[in-house]
């Protein structure tokens, strides 16, 4: 499959303080980014996701490692293929919405007949058309995110990257962000979203890289993520006071002689074929599927707000 965006052992410690003490930020990171999907970059915050992407926009060089655009190397032909809103956009408040949009076609070196079309265009992706005269400063927080959208589309790329487009989103802006990345995946762009909201990225990726404290703790397609970490729940009853489950059982329980067991899911099988011919009685077999939160938080652990490492 063709890949939009890869990242080959990105490293980058950020130096800091008149002795130049190295802070870790991204430590060997390695992602591949398919085209025509939307990927997911998890991680709490100070997990070296905007660094990753800093670094993948040429923003930043990094201390070792490579990216490639659409399998080009990393240079301004390349990246004229992406689009990018960051994690905190500025916009000219005092300009209106349409103004706005021309004054970065204009950067993009867009005739004014193109220019024109574009943020009429845009705008109307982006459910801001009412808006196009209306100055940013009396925009709401989702308007702005949106028009962020707009904004980062106005060259037309293949790829737009959006650090944290759900961050200070009520619940409908946040439904709207997401509506909108997916309209935009559908019509072939493929898109790399940074987040620390879960659910956002839960209904909207196709795969998911997981990063802590600068590096990659978890990757893939979120349904095999979530089914790896499936554990079953087997309730039983009529079995010997002497019996004892397989060894792999995490957690075991009475209540009113029925035995309540959790399995992972490789061992079921065993679990119940030792249960019968122990002259038990399966009550219930049901399957206990992780959400993406419970998983992240698994993995993250305590230190879900650990930062990253300091190296000196
Ligand atoms: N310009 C900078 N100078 C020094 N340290 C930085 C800078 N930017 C980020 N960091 C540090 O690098 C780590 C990763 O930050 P960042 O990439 O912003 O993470 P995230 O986007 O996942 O929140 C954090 O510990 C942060 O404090
Ligand atoms: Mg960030």
Redesign the pocket.
Known sequence: MDKALELENLSKT?K?GFRKAG?R?VVDVSLSIPAGKVFGLL?P???????TIKMALGFLKPDSGQVRIFGEPNGPKARARIGFLPEQPYFYPHLTAGAALDFYGKLFGLKRAERIERTKLLLDTVGLSDAVKLPLSKFSKGMLQRFGIAQALVNNPDLLIVDEPASGLDPIGQVEMRRLLAALNAEGKSILL?SHYLSEVENICHEVAI?NKGTVIARGDIGKLLDAGDVYTVKAKSLPKTWRPVKSVVKKGHINGIANLIVGKDDLDRLIDGIRSAGGHIEDVRKVTKTLEELFIELVGANANG??HDAN
Do not use: C, D, F, L
């Open positions: 950020y800091i802070r930020a991680g915050n100070g997990a070296g996701k905007t660094t940074s990063m930062g990253s």
